[in-house]
């Protein structure tokens, strides 16, 4: 379904994504862990269209979209999640998911279902998007993408900043997502809940993919090592 | 004296009415649109000439111009504005002055240094007044001053409550997110210049019926445009047509104290205005403020 070959990305003359190549099948759960700076956000970024890839090709659905602008990216049903919601704070819920509506995508999704599956945005429905809490705010965010009835949902840390009993709530609303079929990749920083949604873990390290393995096939330890850069055969510190 | 304050107040309107398209671009591209004035009077010339050639009247021809302007107005954003906003924040007010410079020098070349006006071919209107008590009040002056609130109220209500609005209004606040949420922020930016532009053409077109226009008679329209556009707050456009009012009216209040008054007086609640906004609390001289006191004052 999205195709990524050799993608790099830089700011100026620095290179956060490397040569990065990745292939993701319809309906798949994945996701991504890794550092902070180790590239994950700069690489959906550019996947969706809100940084310039330097060199690379990326194709969704066999359309080869490396340059297309990011609202025609959505048109063909890729929808990111911006890390810290980047919600349009003057205005209200209902516009915010309004919002997501311009692209016209036929499907399921609607003001009502949205409001549905995210039911304690019901009641601040007109109240300004800068005024929420974290979790609604979230869930907002979530909500706006999901009117634009994408087939492959990016969320960039979605639990970044939320309370415990808000991040249950998040995920139990993605998880429905899941079960309808939509792909779905997401940045999350607390390892077991990333390894119990997911079914495919991505780990980068310094802009490169060091890890790419089904969920059921590793472990909290070997994810730990990639994610810090501890390979098995490492020379060990003298004490 | 009550004379004075509502002509003052009618020409407030039609100060709104040019300032409404600058702070219109403003507001949701983030340009100050320097050629605003010499467009108003390109529009004005156009209505001139259809109104001279196919002897119609001015209104019509303003209707077959407001597409025309609108056309120039999504060019302009796409051939100029939209490659001068990539070069940093002065760039595009360097081109929108060259550019002004450039259509008031080809309407000089191509008109000549004769002025013209729109009020000959609309007969009595042009001179014609209510009575109200003791007051005259021109029709002219009252048509222009409801043209300038039914353009600003229709503004405001396209921006609040349609689609269109809520893409302008999310492409000025965030232009990445709105591309990130399926809005094309090029296509958005380009029609809301279209809009500007409009308004412009029925800003140049008063202008015309009101008084007199030649090549050259941009750079007021624009300062007048600005200074309502600054004192009004660049942030609503309901304040801009309180500030076009304002501007008059310490323009009338300059012209009673001293003959010469007039520009004088508009420039000194202008300045005032502006070091109040630099120095003063934000809030301090927004509609909202005023008004929530007022509720508040109310209740007590």
């Known amino acids: 379904m999205l195709s990524v070959k050799d993608l790099d990305v830089r700011y100026g003359q620095f290179r956060a994504v490397r040569d990065v190549s990745l292939e993701v099948q319809q309906g798949e ?53 911006p890390e810290g919601r980047r919600l349009f704070a003057e205005m209200t819920i209902e516009e915010n998911l309004l919002l997501g509506k311009s692209v016209n995508r036929s499907g399921d999704w609607d003001l009502d279902r949205v409001f549905e599956t995210f039911p304690n945005l019901v009641k601040r429905r007109h109240a300004k998007a800068g005024s929420l809490s974290g979790g609604e705010q979230q869930a907002t965010a979530i909500g706006r ?40 990749i997401l940045v999350e920083q607390a390892l077991d809940r990333a390894i119990t949604f997911a079914k495919r873990a991505i ?16 472990n909290r330890d070997e994810i730990t090592q990639a994610y810090f850069g501890l390979q098995e055969n490492a020379p060990q510190e003298v004490s | ?72 107005g999504w060019l302009l954003q ?36 004769n002025t013209r006006t729109l009020a000959s071919y609309v007969g009595d209107l042009s001179w014609e007044s209510y009575q109200l008590f003791d007051l005259w009040i021109g029709k ?19 921006l609040r409550f349609t689609s269109l609005g809520r893409q302008i209004r999310a492409t000025a606040f965030d232009p990445d997110t709105a591309g990130l949420v399926g809005i094309d922020a090029r296509k958005t930016a380009a029609i809301a210049a279209a809009i500007a532009m409009m308004t412009v ?13 030649d090549a050259y008679a941009g750079a007021p329209q624009l300062l007048f445009a600005f200074e309502a556009t600054i004192i009004g707050g660049v942030g609503s456009l309901w304040g801009v047509l309180l500030g076009g ?32 906004r630099i120095y003063l609390n934000r809030d301090f001289l927004t509609l909202r403020h005023w008004l929530g006191n007022k509720s508040k004052g109310e209740s007590l």
Request: net charge neutral.
């Open chain 2, 245 to 276: 009012i304002i501007l008059a009216i310490a323009q009338s209040v300059g012209a009673l104290i001293h003959p010469q008054g007039f520009l004088l007086g508009g420039h000194f609640v202008f300045l005032l205005f502006l070091f109040a």
């Open chain 1, 29 to 81: 759960t994945i996701a991504l862990i890794g550092a902070n700076g180790a590239g994950k956000s700069t690489m959906l970024r550019a996947i969706a269209g809100a940084l310039p890839i330097h060199s690379g090709t990326l194709s969704f659905k066999h359309r080869t979209m490396t340059h297309l602008p990011s609202c025609d990216r959505v048109k063909h049903g890729l929808s990111l999640v």
């Open chain 2, 201 to 213: 053409a029925i800003s140049g077109s008063a202008l015309g019926l009101r008084g007199t226009f």
């Open chain 1, 203 to 218: 780990c980068m390290l310094e802009g490169r993919i060091v890890l790419d393995k089904p969920t059921e096939n590793t």
């Open chain 1, 145 to 184: 993408s999901l009117m634009s009835n994408p087939e492959l949902l990016i969320l960039d840390e979605v639990s970044l900043g939320l309370s415990p009993l808000v991040v249950d709530q998040v995920y139990a609303s993605i998880e429905t997502l899941r079960e309808t079929g939509t792909t779905i």
């Open chain 2, 140 to 158: 002219l002056p009252i048509l222009i001053f409801a043209t300038a609130i039914i353009v600003i109220g229709g503004l405001d209500l396209v």
């Open chain 2, 78 to 113: 796409r051939a100029i504005l939209e490659r001068a906003t990539k070069g940093g924040e002065l760039l595009p007010v360097l081109s929108t002055f060259g550019l002004s410079i450039v259509i008031d020098n080809l309407l000089f070349q191509h008109f000549g240094a």
């Open chain 2, 1 to 72: 004296m009550i004379n004075s304050l509502v002509q003052a107040i009618l020409l407030g309107g039609y100060y709104a009415l040019i300032a409404c398209g600058l702070a219109f671009m403003f507001q949701v591209m983030r340009i100050i649109n320097l050629a605003h004035g010499s467009l108003a009077i390109l529009s004005a010339y156009m209505v001139w000439m259809m109104t001279e050639a196919l002897a119609l009247s001015p209104f019509t021809s303003l209707l077959m111009v407001l597409p025309i302007m609108a056309m120039i």
